[in-house]
């Protein structure tokens, strides 16, 4: 829906955006793209368009600690009738507070916490509650194999039962822990076609065609959203499956044996491998080993989420050996200033598609030509001569 339909269209209450301290960076990105738009719009007169042009949306929230590590949430200004879209990035761990004089990093579980004081102090004064949460917390705890909790489950329903009506997160590791709050609105969203305008704003030499290119799922979990880049795009799939060793645990998982390869023959292919996120880094980097095995030419990661819980070493030596050529991340979640720096890094900005979500959903307005981009592919196949 284009801006001019929106104006047609009343609000669901003043717009109000509080983007915790772990998504102030993005926040204030998202911000200043509504703030644009708005000052551009002409909406009919009325009283439902009072506040609908401001100088920024976001409310005035904070979340101070005592000495002890206990917090609690202060909004300095009202939220009184306003719709309200919480930003929080669960992943930020930059951010430190002290406990009796020691510095404590902050962990997923307090950036959960710190949501949750928030929408206590709203106290049920806005009109409604939108939360929107890049990485779902705790989405890797998404099923149960053994007696063990179910948190990813328990926290969406924590969120509905304070009053949270709608949930929309990116490239959910498992999308049917929805399953958890069939009443309630949960949208996953797929950043492909931000994937692919990154690609090609950046690689102006790139193919995207059967023959000079294919996409790689390094795992079967990930299949689906690379069978879904390479329909798009007009591309074959491949992918990897792990053979594990179930008789260890390391790191809280079953340690990978070996990767077995499936599919049409990658020699001489530039190659994408795909994945919602990159922990410690080192599947993909034995997937792109692999495939360097099968001389596969340039190889590109892309992952919604750059964790990089062990650095960026791997990938410094892979680049420079020529293992990979260039490494796609969101900036959904905290990047650090080193991996900005990288020469071979490509930044993948979702401040303006955040922005989109959060206008259109404001005029109560449907989201779903955001959900399934195909046409927006499309469009930018088409725009940088592809198709």
């Known amino acids: 829906m284009s801006q001019k339909d929106l104006e047609q269209t009343i609000p ?32 009919e007169p009325s009283i439902h368009f009072n506040n609908y042009k401001r100088d ?59 949501l949750k004081r928030v929408i206590a102090a709203i106290s049920g004064k806005a009109r409604r509650i939108t939360v929107i949460m890049p990485f779902l917390y705790e989405s890797r705890q998404h099923k149960r194999s053994s007696r063990e909790s179910l948190d990813c489950a328990l926290a969406l329903q924590e969120l509905t039962n304070m009053g949270v ?35 090609l704003a950046n690689v102006p030499d790139i193919h995207m065609n059967s023959q000079k290119m294919m996409i790689i799922s390094p795992d079967e979990g990930a299949m689906g959203r690379a069978i879904y880049f390479a329909n798009v795009a007009g591309m074959d799939v491949g992918t990897f499956y792990k053979r594990r ?37 080192e599947s993909m980097i034995d997937v792109a080993t692999e495939l360097k095995r099968r001389k596969a030419n340039r ?20 680049y420079k050996s020529g293992l990979i050529y260039r490494l796609m991340t969101t900036n959904l979640i905290y990047q650090p200033d080193e991996l900005l720096e990288r020469e071979y890094y490509i930044n993948v900005d979702m401040s303006k598609y955040i922005a989109l979500l959060i ?14 981009p195909t046409d927006r592919i499309e469009r930018i196949l088409k725009k940088y001569h592809q198709k």
């Not at 008789?247 to 292919?269: C, Y």
Request: with cysteine; proline share 4%; glycine share 8%.
């Open 12 to 43: 669901v209450g003043d717009l109000g955006i509080i983007p915790l301290e772990s998504s102030r960076a993005i926040g204030k990105k998202v911000d200043a793209y509504i703030v644009g738009w708005r000052n551009k719009a002409n909406p």
């Open 56 to 114: 920024s949306y976001i409310i005035d929230a904070v979340c101070p600690r005592f000495g002890s590590g206990e917090s609690k949430a202060i909004l300095n200004e009202s939220v009184r009738g306003k719709d309200i879209y919480l930003l929080v990035d669960v992943c930020n761990h930059s951010l430190s507070y002290k406990v009796c004089g020691q510095i404590n990093h902050m962990s997923p579980d307090d950036h959960y916490q710190d």
């Open 165 to 199: 009506e709608n949930i929309i997160t990116f490239d959910a590791h498992d999308p049917r822990v929805q399953n958890a709050i069939p009443l309630k609105s949960f949208e996953t969203v797929q950043p492909t076609y931000q994937f692919i305008k990154a690609l």
């Open 245 to 281: 060793d179930y008789t260890k645990i390391v790191e809280g998982r079953n340690p990978i044996i070996a990767h077995e390869f499936l599919g049409a023959d990658v020699k001489g292919k530039d190659v994408v491998i795909i994945d919602d996120m990159i922990s410690s880094g």
């Open 299 to 318: 190889i590109f990661i892309a992952s919604t989420f750059g964790l990089f819980t062990n650095g960026l070493a791997k990938f410094d030596d892979a």
């Open 359 to 372: 206008d259109t959903l404001n005029h109560d307005a449907s989201i779903s030509e955001y959900l399934n």
